[in-house]
């Protein structure tokens, strides 16, 4: 109880603000991109109606070899972003143990608030817990794609004896499984954005409100006022004849 109290003595009421304003950015942030609708689609949302459309590609193919290769390079990709992570994890736990000389050089900038080796030590440990929730996110994605393969393979090949429904279903079910990959990917690697707003926080937590908002601003613009999101809205959604995925399902992306 003792240590708590410490914990939270050591943060001013401004500190905790920044802190929680970083939090709330980064929850609303995420159910914005996952939620919206209409004409507030997302990028990623748009992009998982073209993950379903593949899916249903994939029927009328023979030769499967570019489809399994898409796959693989969107498992690779999440394999990097993994071991970056925990790259960056080990270089976190490192820059704990220099507290004092980095204590020493706060202390020369002007706006500079980072008091005592406990402030210091929390703030590193809550840096820790970004990237390991990003670790997390990118392996359990890896994990995913790694089902998506093995459900690319179990879609019945063209021209079989089995029905137009079980046809579907396993065209749903690969489509289901891809989108739930990218939806976990994309979190990892919003929490490497996050981090970035975060380090703020080592130099005050007016640079924290800043660089928080800093990050948004650009990742909502990416995300709802893009170039890519426009072209793809005015070209369309493509050869779509209706929602492979569940409304529930839908709602999580």
Do not use: C
């Amino acid at each position: 109880m003792t240590d708590l109290t410490a914990g939270s003595a050591a943060f001013s009421p401004l500190d905790l603000g920044a802190l929680a304003y970083f939090i709330v950015a980064w929850v609303a942030y995420g159910l914005s991109v996952g939620r919206l609708r209409g004409r507030m689609i997302s990028l990623s949302q748009i992009m998982n109606v073209h993950r379903s459309n593949w899916a249903r590609q994939i029927i009328g193919r023979e030769n499967r070899v570019v489809d399994t290769q898409i796959n693989a390079s969107l498992q690779n990709g999440t394999a990097f972003f993994a071991s970056t992570s925990l790259i960056a994890l080990g270089s976190v736990l490192t820059l704990s143990r220099s507290g004092d000389d980095v204590l020493n050089l706060f202390a020369t900038l002007p706006f500079g608030t980072v008091a005592n080796r406990t402030t210091w030590e929390l703030k590193v440990a809550g840096l820790a817990v970004v990237f390991v929730y990003a670790f997390f996110k990118f392996a359990w994605a890896y994990r995913l794609f790694n089902y998506a393969a093995i459900l690319l393979g179990a879609v019945p090949p063209k021209g079989s004896d089995v029905s137009d429904i079980e046809m579907m279903r396993a065209v749903r079910r690969l489509a289901a499984m891809n989108v739930s990959a990218g939806r976990h990917f994309a979190r990892g690697q919003r929490a490497f954005f996050f981090a970035l707003a975060y380090l703020g926080w080592f130099v005050s937590p007016y640079v924290l409100i800043a660089s928080t908002s800093a990050v948004v601003v650009i990742m909502w613009r990416r995300q709802f006022a893009s170039e890519i999101r426009k072209a793809l809205l005015e070209a369309g959604e493509g050869p779509h004849e209706g929602p492979l995925l569940a409304p529930a399902e839908e709602a999580r992306t």
